[in-house]
């Protein structure tokens, strides 16, 4: 038995709600699975080759963004109709995990490129039509972080302001846009999402940071451009979560899991393959070293060395374990057309974020393992470690919101904290 096939039987024996349901979305047969995560296996000797360039040049390599159209991986979520796969949760998670163990910038692009594509799905046919239905290929990226406004005007929208970061912005041919929806008073009524072309917006060159330097986040800037009325949807449930049932199609299974569930767990498969990579590349570093200062000359030899790579080990395999029950119980409900309580829905944010900073220590302590030199331009764990130290950072992973909002859901207070649920 592989350790993938290990763990598959180990979440369909602890799934969660609802108890009898499958784990996955049988009308996303394992086969098609493997044959996606295989397919973005072979495209990572590319990504390796091309990882220094990305995170020089602070963008994607063209030769991986035409490998990936050529994969299908950008279709992942892109409706059936127009030639996608709707691929169920785990298999997003598998296929960006295995995309990072090559660049976790690509990766990433590649993650929220197909969430965002999601978020389409969940607009009228004749926005989707525009967008898929003219280009199956078209990539869309996101400005998720509720910034400017949008005013309603005959006909639609005016959608204006500056969002901070939005990922795949240089790479995508449509942007989401999320601003709350103000009356003619100025008060908010929701939340709104509203897709506009990504030549009507202005992309700042913004993202200078220490890592996951090549997926391009960089700031959006709006001057009020007019977005019709059917690329527009309201997005906040009547208690005020992200949680509409704005499905067109309802034999469309993908498209019912929670907006927040979704978004949580498309963003932890890169992180998860970072992980990965650390542990392939500690293990075949281990018997290049020596443990300076000890008796030591082959660092395998070492009993610090072995205790470090068992914890570092099992601390990802745990990351990885507590993903999988969460996409299985996301799966699962949409699979059967039940909306996942608030509790389930805070678990799996809490799942996810516990999941991110367990891999963060796990490579903290990986890092400590190979000493100063693995901090060397030439070594691949530096990126390794600045890419997961910059990605664990983004506010969907941050314990300490989702600590709250899960321990207030499980005292059955109100979640109030965050709309994303």
């Given amino acids: 038995m592989t350790q993938d096939t290990a763990v598959h039987t180990v979440m369909e024996e602890t799934a969660g709600t609802p108890a009898t349901a499958p784990v996955s979305n049988p009308g996303f047969a394992p086969e098609a699975r493997a044959e996606l995560v295989q397919r973005a296996a072979e495209l990572v000797p590319l990504l390796l080759k091309n990882a220094d360039w990305v995170d020089q040049n602070r963008r994607v390599h063209p030769e991986n963004l035409e490998a990936l159209k050529a994969s299908g991986i950008f279709r992942m979520w892109v409706p059936k109709r127009y030639g996608g796969y709707e691929a169920d949760m785990r298999t997003h998670i598998d296929v960006t995990r295995e995309l990072a163990r090559g660049c976790a910038s690509t990766a990433w692009v ?11 799905a969940l607009f009228s046919r004749q926005a989707q039509d525009e967008i898929f239905g003219v280009d199956p290929d078209a990539r869309v ?19 204006g302001g500056t969002w901070g970061v939005a990922s795949g912005c ?31 917006v202005e992309i700042k060159d913004t993202w200078y940071t220490v890592g996951m330097r090549g ?54 498969g890169p992180q998860l393959g970072l992980g990965a990579a650390a542990l392939e590349t500690a293990l075949e570093q281990v018997h290049k070293r020596k443990v300076s200062y000890t008796i030591y000359e082959r660092q395998i030899d070492a009993t610090a060395t072995h205790l470090d790579l068992a914890r570092a080990s099992t601390m990802i395999d745990a990351a990885q374990l507590l993903v999988y029950r969460a996409a299985a119980d996301a799966d699962a409900a949409a ?24 891999v963060r220590q796990a490579v903290d302590i990986l ?16 990126q390794i470690w600045r890419d997961l130290s910059t990605v664990t950072l983004h506010a969907l992973m941050r314990p300490a919101v989702t600590d709250e909002v899960y321990g207030r859901l499980l005292c059955g207070l109100p979640a109030t904290v965050t709309p994303v649920l």
């Fill in 215 to 268: 997926t391009g986040s960089n700031a959006i800037a709006a001057p009020d451009i007019f977005v019709p009325e059917h690329r527009a949807v309201a997005l906040l449930g009547p208690e005020g979560f992200i949680d509409q049932r704005i499905t067109n199609d309802e034999a469309e299974v993908l498209y019912r899991v929670k907006l927040g569930s979704m978004a949580s767990l498309a963003e932890i």
């Fill in 367 to 382: 890092m400590m393992m190979c000493g100063a030199g693995g901090m060397a331009q030439t070594n691949r764990l530096q």
């Fill in 170 to 200: 240089l790479h995508s041919e449509w942007i989401a846009l999320a601003a709350p929806m103000l009356d003619d008073d100025g008060n908010i009524v929701n939340l709104g999402f509203f897709l506009a072309p990504i030549g009507e």
């Fill in 335 to 358: 699979f059967v057309n039940q909306d996942l309580d608030l509790l389930n829905r805070g678990r799996i944010r809490a799942d996810c974020s516990y999941a991110s900073w367990t």
């Fill in 110 to 120: 590649v993650g929220l490129i197909t969430s965002c594509s999601f978020n389409a």
């Fill in 141 to 159: 990226a996101g400005a998720l972080d509720g910034a400017g406004t949008a005013r309603k005007t005959p006909g639609g929208w005016t959608v």
